[in-house]
């Protein structure tokens, strides 16, 4: 059967608009697309653990900093080790990369001095985190 000439075309149905995703522009700490690719594209799922890392390592760095100087190293080593590893799946390079950094240097006895400042700029680069992770995870009204 071919159709005629004068058949009526069906209208297109309407697209349905898909729902708003967070905005990432200007987004300099938190890398969206290396993190959702540990969630499978799942911005529900991504969004939840960013505000469990916020929950749990807006202040690491300075609480990193206290644990040493109670004299516990192997407990900052850990923290740090934790903290780069959540930093990593989540897409918070500088963050994984400093926390790294801090690991190593708590592991390898470093001078306190550096140690100091590499925890102040882990500390630093947490905060611009999780100023970023607030924005990308507010409520869309669009």
Excluded: W
Excluded at 39 to 64: C, P, S, W
Excluded at 74 to 98: C, D, I, N, P
């Amino acid at each position: 059967m071919t159709a005629s000439k004068d058949a009526v075309q069906a209208p297109l149905p309407t697209p349905v608009a898909a729902p708003a995703l967070p905005a990432t522009q200007g987004l300099l700490q938190l890398d969206t697309v290396l993190g959702l690719r540990s969630f499978n594209g799942r911005v529900d799922r991504y969004q939840k653990m960013l505000i469990r890392f916020v929950d749990l390592y807006a202040e690491n760095g300075t609480h990193i900093q206290a644990v040493l100087a109670n004299g516990d190293r192997q407990t900052a080593q850990r923290m740090a080790h934790s903290l780069k590893g959540a930093a990593g799946a989540l897409g918070l390079s500088e963050v994984q990369h400093l926390a790294t950094e801090a690991e190593q240097l708590i592991k390898n006895a470093a001078a306190s001095a550096l140690l100091t400042q590499v925890l102040t700029g882990l500390q630093h680069s947490l905060t611009l985190a999780v100023e970023e992770i607030v924005v990308y995870c507010m409520p869309r009204t669009e």
